[in-house]
């Protein structure tokens, strides 16, 4: 029996506006959208929902807004059996909310306003300590301010804690704050606007990867969506081919793939069955729709990894 890991997440927290549509208007033009849909989101809440469906305790370390989405937001961590003791409420400030636009393949434009995640400080992190502290792992993401990040990444370095940074939405980086996390997982965008490369194919997410780890990284994982994840480290690269499903929505797929990755890794088992499983499971996350709503429970990923031998 594996062990439970124990996830804490620094990060986002936004209500998804999810339109789904075969067109987009052009400006100053209104049009007919075909379904709409309304959703908890925000990266970091993403994470921590999808580690708490595959089965690891999971605490959340963010900042919502004093708008009808705070208590929400609060309440749906809650319902999920996620801690949300450090879930602060900003008097005064919106939510974090994203406008979500769906193209009939699936592919998905978000604009993200940030709102009450723009105030989570270095602070909170340390008020927030008793629970971080106890964590095995502790994920991150870009929709809070950087230098919460990199005080987040350096209180896990000095606590002996495991560190995901997950370098979402794109912004560029201070290599040498994020150096000491153990893993850095950037999607294909993410990694161009870290390192400055194109990333169209897979020797050029190579070389990207290459670069990183030049810059100090320990361990690089590139998200290629339906071409699987690349990992790279002092020992070489290596492509993690992605599972074939039948795409409808791939919001909160990265989300999914960081979230699982978390808790397979804190339950000791190895790198790579980690990275296929998370590939699975970010890839069983399109096949429905909206973000957390498309994240399945840890009984229904084990049967389909099964079956998928
Ligand atoms: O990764 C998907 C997420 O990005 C959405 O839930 C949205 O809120 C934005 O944070």
Same mark, same amino acid.
């Given at each position: 029996?594996?062990?439970?890991?124990?996830?804490?997440?620094?990060?986002?927290?936004?209500?998804?506006?999810?339109?789904?549509?075969?067109?987009?208007?052009?400006?100053?033009e209104t049009i007919f959208g075909k379904k709409f849909d309304l959703g908890f989101g925000g990266k970091g809440a993403n994470q921590a929902v999808a580690a708490r469906l595959c089965g690891a305790n999971? #605490? $959340?370390?963010? =900042?919502?807004?004093? !708008?009808?989405?705070?208590? +929400?937001?609060?309440?749906?961590?809650?319902?999920?059996g996620i801690d949300a003791t450090y879930v602060g409420i900003a008097e005064g400030v919106s939510s974090g909310v994203a406008p979500i636009f769906v193209e009939p393949n699936g592919q998905?434009?978000?604009?993200?306003?940030?709102?009450?995640?723009?105030?989570?400080?270095?602070?909170?992190?340390?008020?927030?300590?008793?629970?971080?502290?106890?964590a095995d792992t502790i994920v991150m993401q870009f929709e809070i301010p950087l230098r919460t990040v990199y005080h987040a990444v350096r209180f896990a370095k000095s606590n002996g804690i495991r560190c995901i940074v997950n370098p979402a939405p794109a912004q560029p980086v201070d290599f040498k704050e994020v150096g000491a996390a153990d893993y850095f997982i950037p999607n294909e965008t993410?990694?161009?606007?870290?390192? #400055? $490369?194109?990333? =169209?194919?897979?020797? !050029?997410?190579?070389?990207? +990867?290459?670069?990183?780890?030049?810059q100090g990284m320990r361990r690089v994982v590139i998200t290629l969506g339906?071409?699987?994840?690349?990992?790279?480290?002092?020992?070489?690269?290596?492509?993690?081919?992605?599972?074939?499903?039948?795409?409808v929505d791939t919001t909160g797929a990265g989300d999914a793939f960081i979230g699982s990755f978390a808790v397979f890794l804190g339950e000791g088992l190895p790198e790579k069955?980690?990275?296929?499983?998370?590939?699975?499971?970010?890839?069983?996350?399109?096949?429905?729709?909206g973000t957390q709503k498309s994240f399945c429970g840890r009984a229904e990923f084990e049967k389909e990894w099964l079956s998928r031998g």
């Open positions: 029996m594996a062990r439970q890991s124990l996830i804490a997440v620094v990060g986002s927290a936004n209500v998804d506006l999810t339109t789904f549509n075969d067109v987009f208007p052009r400006p100053g999971v #605490g $959340m370390v963010a =900042k919502v807004g004093s !708008d009808l989405f705070g208590p +929400a937001t609060i309440k749906n961590f809650e319902s999920q998905n434009r978000i604009i993200v306003v940030k709102g009450a995640n723009d105030l989570l400080s270095p602070e909170d992190v340390d008020a927030a300590a008793p629970l971080v502290r106890k993410e990694a161009e606007v870290t390192t #400055g $490369m194109p990333v =169209k194919s897979i020797d !050029d997410a190579k070389r990207c +990867a290459e670069f990183l780890l030049r339906e071409r699987g994840s690349l990992v790279a480290g002092a020992e070489g690269i290596e492509l993690i081919p992605a599972y074939k499903v039948q795409a069955e980690s990275l296929r499983r998370a590939n699975l499971y970010a890839a069983l996350s399109t096949t429905k729709v």
